[in-house]
């Protein structure tokens, strides 16, 4: 199986979902999209998927929790 940022991205949301179980999905996308791009119009629409893995990763640190490897 080839393992794909998208891939990564998924597991990196499952992790998030589960350290902050109080979000709906929909918020933790935005909010993920929200640290990539800033409060820019569009910036959820327009966000690719690597800048939401730097965010993700960046979201599990400020948490306190190790980012699933790659």
Known sequence: MIFTETDDLLDLL???????PELRFGQLVAALA????????????????????DAARWQLNQ????????
């Open 34 to 53: 929200l640290v990539s791009r800033g409060d820019q119009i569009g910036a959820i629409w327009d966000v690719e998927d690597a800048e939401l893995v």
């Open 63 to 70: 948490l306190g929790i190790a980012a699933v490897p790659v």
């Open 14 to 20: 499952a992790e998030l979902r589960r350290a902050q």
